[in-house]
């Protein structure tokens, strides 16, 4: 079962297209486009589609900090991570998972055979998908004494 299921392709693993913007589109802009379509990633691409970097919610709070307020305005593409390793439909979950690993990736872009971005795959989809293989295992996992409630606050 798990051996079948690391071949699967993440074409069936893709729950949303990816949202796209131009490398000038300010940063305010794009968050706030983040927030509204509830995405964790945007993919930025260039005039004719091709895909240039991407910008996630991590970038946002990693990149950003405290800075936030100034470098509202700045470009996307200011801050964009630009050496992006995208995937093709057929790539496997196993592969996915390798590259997420290997180059602590949350995100990874899928593109077509022109290598246009059509879709992005996140580490939490991947997850959803497999835990979704073994509902009894994961719904009925015992709770854990050290991380129970005492109080109101959860302290």
Excluded: W
């Excluded at 091709?50 to 305005?73: C, N, Q, T, Y």
């Excluded at 991570?81 to 996915?96: C, F, G, H, P």
């Amino acid at each position: 079962m798990l051996e079948s299921l690391a071949f699967t392709p993440i074409s069936q693993v893709v729950r949303s297209p990816m949202m796209l913007v131009s490398p000038e589109t300010s940063i305010a802009v794009v968050v706030a486009r983040m927030r509204d379509e509830h995405k964790s990633a945007v993919g930025v691409v260039d005039g004719f589609g091709r895909l240039m970097g991407l910008f996630s919610e991590r970038d946002a709070l990693m990149r950003l900090g405290h800075a936030a307020p100034v470098l509202g305005a700045r470009a996307v593409g200011t801050l964009m991570a630009r050496d992006v390793i995208s995937l093709r439909a057929t790539d496997s979950i196993r592969k996915a998972l390798f590259l997420m690993q290997a180059r602590d990736f949350r995100h990874l872009p899928i593109v077509d055979a022109d290598g246009l971005p059509t879709a992005i795959v996140a580490l939490r989809d991947i997850l959803c998908y497999v835990a979704d293989f073994f509902p009894r295992e994961v719904m009925n996992l015992p709770p854990e004494p050290r991380l129970e409630a005492y109080a109101l606050s959860g302290g």
